[in-house]
Nanobody, 114 residues
Framework: QVQLVESGGGLVQAGGSLRLSCVASGSIFSINTMGWYRQAPGKQREWVAA???????NYIDSVKGRFTISRDNAKNTVYLQMNSLKPEDTAVYYCNSFLPRWGWGQGTQVTVSL
């Protein structure tokens, strides 16, 4: 069973930046496409970004040009660099495989104020 631990969230003003990290247990991390997801209050969880084992990336349209997903297979870690944050980015952010098939971690709260 893979366990996921997200960190790096916080409160930031609009236009600011945050870098999220997700550490995954288990040796299968390096062969999996990984994704970041988010869930805003009262909304369903949505996919945000994905990165293949080879480093190819894809993003939801609303974050293109602002967010960057990356990974360090040696550390079983996937990152999400978030720049030019907007209030609508406020959500709890999670990582998982893409498509998600592991149990969800606790997530990390990102709050963007005006």
């Amino acid at each position: 069973q893979v366990q996921l631990v997200e960190s790096g969230g916080g409160l930031v003003q609009a236009g600011g930046s945050l870098r999220l990290s997700c550490v995954a247990s288990g040796s299968i991390f390096s062969i999996n496409t990984m994704g970041w997801y988010r869930q805003a209050p009262g909304k369903q969880r949505e996919w945000v970004a994905a990165i293949t084992s080879g480093g190819s990336t894809n993003y939801i349209d609303s974050v293109k040009g602002r967010f960057t997903i990356s990974r360090d297979n040696a550390k079983n870690t996937v990152y999400l660099q978030m720049n030019s944050l907007k209030p609508e980015d406020t959500a709890v952010y999670y990582c998982n495989s893409f498509l998600p098939r592991w149990g969800w971690g606790q997530g990390t709260q990102v709050t963007v104020s005006l």
